[in-house]
T-cell receptor, first 112, second 110 residues
């Protein structure tokens, strides 16, 4: 049982490049989330998906798109990366009676 | 969601109890208190949650005051591995977005 996995662990992009961050969970959870964490700050929600086939914007959605590919996978895409998107990105999933959120190890993104 | 206030940092000696306070004076009757922690560079880890009764699990105890305006997370025997940022979060349901503040940085030393 791997929980929540994220790929890649680390990525360097140039301004304007695109990339997709991958997230998968094996806990059969319905809900999945993407957060970003800037240095010295708490996490902020980018997008979330309450169930397969649905997505909703969070606090900071601009510059991102998401895809809930199936129940297990939730990807985050940067179409044209900007230096302001340099951050650590965490994926999470939730389920069970209390909908407790479980987080992945994070993807560290540097945009030059 | 109600706002929480936590001290920015705390120190604790290894083997002693760590008591982390959290104020949430505007909490609503149907809002839960959740605690997460984030060990350096890792994803946040769920610790415990409660509504109005005190709760205990294998990681910690949660004490919520009778008026629910504050709570305390207790790590009964802190170890060096408990050094982390601890977040107190108030939310109706954890299945919605969690609002993370800056938390309390707990430093456990030998």
């Amino acid at each position: 049982n791997a929980g929540v996995t994220q790929t890649p662990k680390f990525q360097v992009l140039k301004t304007g490049q695109s990339m997709t961050l991958q997230c998968a969970q094996d806990m059969n959870h319905n809900s999945m989330y993407w957060y970003r964490q800037d240095p010295g700050m708490g996490l902020r929600l980018i997008y979330y998906s309450a169930s397969e086939g649905t997505t909703d914007k969070g606090e900071v959605p601009n510059g991102y798109n998401v895809s809930r590919l199936n129940k297990r996978e939730f990807s985050l895409r940067l179409e044209s990366a900007a230096p302001s998107q340099t951050s650590v990105y965490f994926c999470a999933s939730s389920g069970g009676v209390w909908e407790t959120q479980y987080f992945g190890p994070g993807t560290r993104l540097l945009v030059l | 969601d109600a706002k929480t206030t936590q001290p920015p940092s705390m120190d604790c000696a290894e083997g002693r109890a760590a008591n982390l306070p959290c104020n949430h004076s505007t909490i609503s009757g149907n809002e839960y208190v959740y605690w997460y922690r984030q060990i350096h560079s890792q994803g946040p880890q769920y610790i415990i949650h409660g509504l109005k009764n005190n709760e205990t699990n294998e990681m910690a105890s949660l004490i919520i005051t009778e008026d629910r305006k504050s709570s305390t997370l207790i790590l009964p025997h802190a170890t060096l591995r408990d050094t982390a940022v601890y977040y107190c979060i108030v939310t109706i349901q954890a299945g919605t977005a969690l609002i993370f503040g800056k938390g309390t940085t707990l430093s456990v030393s030998s």
